[in-house]
C-alpha cells in the first residue's frame, strides 16, 4: 500500500521537499474552519505523526480499519 500512495504522490512520512502549496491550502482552510476534536482521539497535534507512523507499512485493508476506527464514532 505505501507503494501505492507513494506513485499518486501521497507520503505517510515527512518528504525532503516538503508540503506542496495546494496541501498547505488546503490545511489551512481546514485549520480555520472549527474542528471538533473526540476526547482520546490519535488525530490530536500531539500524536498525528504518531499514529502516521504506526499505519504506514501496513497494508490498504488494515489501513482503512485502523483509521476507520479514529474518525467514525462508536455505536455506543
Not at 502549496?21 to 497535534?45: G, H, N, W, Y
Amino acid at each position: 500500500y505505501t507503494i501505492l500512495l507513494e506513485a499518486k504522490g501521497s507520503f505517510m512520512r515527512k518528504w525532503e521537499l516538503g508540503i506542496a502549496d495546494a496541501s498547505k491550502a488546503i490545511c489551512r482552510t481546514l485549520l480555520e474552519a472549527k474542528q471538533m476534536v473526540p476526547k482520546d482521539s490519535l488525530f490530536k497535534d500531539d500524536v498525528f505523526d504518531e499514529t502516521c507512523e504506526m499505519v504506514q507499512d501496513r497494508n490498504y485493508v488494515k489501513v482503512i480499519k485502523d483509521i476507520a476506527r479514529l474518525i467514525i464514532p462508536s455505536a455506543r
